[in-house]
């Protein structure tokens, strides 16, 4: 690193340690007449009323410090992604087989739209019992593969849900809703459509296990 130097102001210093420090010139000639920015900083003026001495002072230790942190080496951090990519992912016979993916990976489910029925003018007590048998007729069919995705809609229209059945005729799936105590109570209608989508959804009853705290 080239040596900064100073010419030395013709006012009297005194060292910290009272020791007088000499600097290399450029020409490696040992001079009194040069100070590098390291000595500086360790240089208090023997008259504090000199505004120049202290303004002359705060440079050189500016410039001192631009040196000593330019030395400073840098540091590269290499952050390596441990989620695989697009290329790395591979087909997975074992889990298409169990999920019964055909080669797009996909199948045919049996989607349901739940629309308010016309008979929902039970008391409060009746329409939570009944609204409490609808959900456990949704944990049953979903513990026996039948329903993969059940939800409501939230803006309490007239279309109040989904379900997606794990049959591939209408037929099946109207017996399945049937078997839906808010259907049976004509609190609730299914409107059946045949429907195309990923075999991967199969999975999400078991993951949705995994991220639920509690159960409804």
């Known amino acids: 690193m080239p040596m900064l130097l100073l010419p ?3 006012r009297s210093f005194q060292s910290v340690t009272n020791t007088n420090f000499t600097a290399s010139s450029p020409e490696g000639s040992t001079s009194s007449n040069f100070l590098t920015p390291t000595h500086s900083i360790f240089i208090i003026y023997a008259s504090n009323n000199s505004t120049k001495m202290k303004i002359c002072l705060s ?4 410039i001192s410090l631009f040196f000593l942190y330019s030395c400073k080496p840098e540091v590269q951090v290499n952050v390596t992604s441990t989620e695989p990519t697009a290329s790395e992912i591979t087909y997975d016979s074992i889990l298409a087989q169990k999920t019964g993916a055909d080669d797009y990976g996909m199948k045919h489910y049996v989607m349901a ?3 308010a029925g016309p008979k929902r003018d039970q008391d409060s007590a009746t329409a939570a019992q009944i609204q409490q048998a609808h959900m456990d007729n949704i944990n049953r069919l ?3 593969g039948k329903l ?11 279309m109040r849900g989904i379900f997606i059945f794990n049959v591939t ?3 099946e799936a109207k017996t399945l809703t049937e078997s839906d105590p808010a259907v049976q109570s004509g609190r609730l209608i299914m409107e059946l459509h045949p429907w195309y989508g990923s075999a991967a959804m199969m999975e999400i009853n078991n993951l949705h296990k ?3 705290k509690k159960s409804f």
């Open 113 to 115: 739209f739940l629309k």
């Open 8 to 10: 030395r102001p013709n």
């Open 148 to 158: 993969v995705v059940a939800g409501p809609f939230l803006d309490k229209g007239e």
């Open 59 to 62: 440079i050189t230790m500016l």
């Open 169 to 171: 005729s209408i037929e």
């Open 210 to 212: 995994k991220v639920s």
């Open 142 to 144: 979903a513990e026996e």
